[in-house]
């Protein structure tokens, strides 16, 4: 009886260790997930899908350099539709069932308004790589969001200096009727009278809906209010929409300042082709052929290669950020979300589109648009290419910490 | 004054586009007694086959106005002898429904041939470039787009009026029982004029193409609107069509201008209006319960 | 015109004569395991499907209101979504600005769902058939509008978002911020409004009702205000949909225009016919049915609106009664 018992607590105590053992080792080989929130359908999924492109380049190639921590990464997108309701869902979704470990993601700022204050039930990282909206690290900010990309603030302080420079007086817009379109015109109004307090911002704008499809009536109207700049937030399929009715119309011949403040997306420079205008201002941001370092190169160099086409600034994105996460996690020694999610305040590491750091007030990256001319097509991408170029330094576009209203 | 007369002619070209998918929406419901919920869907195939035609095939516009709403006909006159004519005189709620789930199937069928995203035709050379009128200027193509419009009215009326296979469907509309007896080949007569309605919706489809984004919602979007449009003109009703995508038409382009703060709302407005106040619509006759 | 294929009132009454005392108890008793399941859920199921029983929950509260003006008193509504969407906004406001207990959110959302169906139905009933169904459909994208243009209310497209889960109310210290204890909470909810609602049903309003659905005239020709009971029932159904709309908004963090768009008004006839508007608990089932192929559907292929429409169009040729309506029949046949 005793001699029975003490084998079976002998295999019991072998068992206990192997598993002590093997466990660890399991745990090792467990493959590191990261869930991605796109717009994959609709008249904005090629951006999705471009991002998609990126994620797979960074993962791909961090695999093949060993992974992360001796591990390898995973990723699994889900479609957010444009919907912050959705989104929600997909983020339960990837978080509670597919059990990711980090999100990345949002082409929207009306989901990045919804998802961002769900984040702490979530408890897991966010990088926001496109999704512009100055609340997501501004009033809503919270420990677990960050954004690696260019937001409002910073591209419109941008767009205000081209657009002081330009000359022109009477300023209006044409934006999508949701937080992107209005808060591009508030930010944008307010830093050109800061430069130059004679311009003139005009009552008479335009804010069709998003994923409208006739332009027609709000550019007669904007035309009949005879402006000299208009500043044009429309994005993604409606701006390719846009820019053709716009042409037909006879906006493009007018005597004015145009700036599109995502006009240099690769995404609709090549749906457009020539179609694009030359001569606008095309603001992104990124922009493949404005940095000249060498992990910029060699990105530029293999998403060539495997897509045939010029990364987009979501494509760069969504890359940086998967970059940014194996920084973290490595500054971390492991993927666990919450030290991951100290680890990535305050990080700095290498992006394509310079050095990045998150900054601890509010996780921002400050990082700062491009911007430049509709110039001449270039026949082996089939886009239009931007010449002059003026690049934007982080540092001359963020505002402060305070002027966010973010308190961490 | 120009203004106006630019928010007239944007009304006008809207206002074709709608009436081209209304019209086939009402001789289906007057020879099948069914709203064509999959309406929408025929005419977004059409756009779709013109981008396949004209995009990826390189043909040019021309034929493909020919041969895309040809192969969107053939494919409604194969759903209607499988699928749709199991619920003949049933209750007018399960054709709503059955067409509606044709209209799932062939939205999720769109994405999954082209998928996800938008795409461009671009207008024939013939037509792009813009004229002047009335102190506007005004693209080529729209112009055109108003025109066929037009044609495409004389032509249905010409057809149902003046023809014998014009009468011959107007009987079946009538009586279908009655034109049997007479040696009427009724259940082909059905046919024939669903697949007719399909490639009147497709032709709206290739004329849209080149003046919209063909993306997988245009189905969803086109069909409301016709909705709108055969619910303000009455159902069934051929000048009915005509008189509401007009109404339409000019809600759209005179309330996007001039009133963009409830240019949303107004169709609806308008549609409960005249529900309210008409529920045959303006030139409508009643409906079979 | 005789709805006879999809009436509850028909095989109901002669089921009953045929089954076995056996089955009275049966009913009761499966009904009461279930419950009892269902709220033991989060102890045994994986994480993930607290949210999506609480979903299913939800959704079938919705369509089950919906099979009130549907399957009982035969009338399709193409709108129902714009009640749903009324609850949805009034508890994400109350919540955000008021801050109040969440019971009374859900009580205001009744009312204002109450009150919008009180306008819309008084001005719908008085049609017929596809003009109902059309009327309904306007007006559910009327409000779908006003929502999306009405910025400094509604705040647009981007609906209400960040409002916060304080405290239930009524004295209970519940933790509404923990899905398990959301879920629980929705469960107590729709159970008591899914009771309340077969009460009506059983009463002879409900028996009026499905009258009414049969055939009207005969009704009218009694000397019944057929009118005055279609609007009744527009009514009810408004209130219990605004009660789903009321959950659905802090479930998701979010309320939007699209809550209220005609798509959305498409889900709960979705799941009637899906269930089978015969029996009282089909539209239940259609929701679980609806959300559960959609969540295993979805892990494999994005293109599960295919299998839907296939789903839809084979029920609608042949499964009038839906899935649940089909198996019932069989089963009390026998």
Known sequence: MAKNFFALFKSGLVSLLALAVLLPQAQAQQPIRLGGIFIMSGAASVYGKFAQQGIQLAVD???????????????????????????????????????????????????????????????????????????????????????????????????????????????????????????????????????????????????????????????????????????????????????????????????????????????????????????????????????????????????????????????????????????????????????????????????????????????????????????????????????????????????????????? | MPSIIAALLNSLDIAMLLFVIAVGLNIIFGVLNIINFAHGGLYMLGAYFTYTLVGRLGLPFWPALLLAPLAVAAIAAVLERLVLYRVYGRHVTDSLLLTFALLLIIDEGVRMIWGSGIHVVRPPELLQGRVNFAGVSYPLYSAFVITSGVVLLAALWALFNRTRIGRVVRAAAIDRDMAQTIGINVPAVVTGVFAFGAWIAAIGGVVAAPMRAIDPGMGDKIIIESFIVVVIGGLGSFPGALLGALVLGLIHGFGGRYLPQINLVLPYIGMALVLLWRPHGLLGRRAAA | MNRNASAPSASVAAGAAARPSGWRLAVPLSLVLLLAVLAALPSFAPYFYIFVVTEILIMGLFAASFNLIFGYTGMLSFGHAAFFGMGAYTTAMLLLHVELPLVWALLASMATAALLALVIGFLSVRLSEVYFAMLTLAFGMMVYAVAHQWRSLTNGSDGITGFLLRDFGLGLDLQLADPAVYYRVVLAVVAIAAAVLYLITRSSFGLMLRAISENPERVAFCGIDVRRHRLAAFVIAGLFAGLAGALFAPFNRVASPDMLHWSQSAEPVLMTILGGAGYFLGPFFGAAMFVLLETWITSYTEHWMLFLGIALALLVMFFRRGVLGTLLDRMLRR
Not at chain 1, 104 to 123: C, I, K, Q
Not at chain 1, 183 to 202: A, G
Not at chain 1, 223 to 245: C, T
Not at chain 1, 360 to 367: E, K, L
Request: charged share 25%; glycine share 8%.
């Open chain 1, 61 to 408: 190639e961090i695999n093949a350099a060993g992974g992360v921590l001796g591990r390898k990464l995973e990723f699994r997108i889900e479609d957010s539709q444009g919907k912050a309701d959705v989104a929600i869902q997909a983020a339960r979704k990837l978080v509670f069932q597919d059990r990711v470990d980090a999100l990345l993601g949002l082409d929207s700022s009306g989901v990045a308004t919804g998802l961002v204050p769900v984040m702490p039930e979530l408890r897991r990282p966010l990088i926001i790589t496109h999704a512009a909206t100055p609340d997501a690290t501004g009033k809503l900010c919270n420990r677990y969001t960050f954004r690696i990309s260019v937001n409002v603030n910073q591209n419109m302080m941008a767009a205000a200096h081209v657009a002081a420079d330009s000359g022109a007086k009477r300023w209006t817009t044409i934006g999508p009727d949701y937080a992107f379109g209005h808060q591009s015109w508030e930010y944008f109004s307010k830093y050109l009278k800061e430069l130059k307090p004679d311009v003139e911002l005009m009552k008479e704008t335009a804010f069709p809906r998003f994923g409208n499809e006739d332009f027609t009536p709000f550019i007669n109207s904007v035309m009949a209010a005879e402006p000299d700049g208009v500043l044009i937030s429309v994005w993604g399929g409606d701006l390719v929409n846009f820019v053709r009715q716009a042409r037909n119309l006879g906006f493009f011949d007018r005597d004015m300042q145009v700036l599109m403040t995502v006009g240099a997306a690769t995404e609709v420079l090549s749906a457009l082709g020539e179609d694009m205008p030359e001569g606008v201002w095309l603001g992104t941001r990124y922009w493949f052929d404005a940095h000249d370092n060498p992990v910029n190169q060699a990105f530029v160099k293999a998403y060539m290669e495997r897509y045939k086409t010029p990364p987009s600034y979501n494509a760069e994105g969504a890359y940086a950020a998967v970059y940014a996460y194996k920084a973290a996690m490595e500054k971390a020694g492991s993927a666990d979300p919450e030290k991951v999610t100290e680890a990535l305040s305050d990080l700095g590491f290498q992006a394509p589109n310079g050095e990045i750091s998150f900054r601890a007030g509010d996780h921002q990256a400050v990082v700062g648009p491009t911007w430049g001319r509709a110039a001449a097509m270039n026949s082996d991408y089939g886009i239009r290419m931007l010449d002059p170029v003026r690049s934007f330094k982080g540092e001359d576009v963020t505002p402060s910490v305070e002027e966010t209203g973010c308190r961490l």
